[in-house]
């Protein structure tokens, strides 16, 4: 197996928000990384947890697998994903697979911190 290309950041903003930047190439191999930084990012009160894509080098089908998997994890504990840093190109990706009807999209995080905090 070939080792991930891809490291997680995770910063807890407060007790119902975190942030997992995510730094390198999203596929397949990033799953375990992923998913460890999402086990990091959340707590009993975790509402949203914001991708930052602001690192993003690559992602391929592989990596939007990882996302809709993330996503159907989080919907299920009733919690929100956000996504902020994605270039016009992965943008365009996530509105091809409609992936940004069910994820919310901001240009920065400033942007998404402020969505959180709105509850929208």
């Known amino acids: ?34 998913m460890d930084a999402y086990a990091q990012a959340i707590g009993p009160r975790t509402r949203t947890i914001i991708l930052d894509f602001a690192g ?19 919907q299920r504990q009733h919690q929100r994903l956000l996504a902020c ?14 992936l940004n009807e069910a994820v919310g999209i901001y240009d920065n995080e400033a942007e998404a911190l402020a969505a959180a905090a709105a509850g929208s």
């Open 1 to 34: 197996m070939q080792a991930p290309r891809v490291t997680m950041t995770v910063r807890l903003i407060n007790p119902a928000t975190s942030i997992i930047g995510i730094h390198g190439e999203m596929n397949t191999y990033a799953e375990e990384a992923l």
């Open 85 to 98: 840093g994605l270039s016009e190109h992965y943008q365009h990706i996530l509105e091809l697979s409609r």
């Open 56 to 74: 993003l080098d690559y992602m391929n089908s592989g990596g939007i697998g990882l996302l809709v998997t993330l996503l159907i994890r989080m």
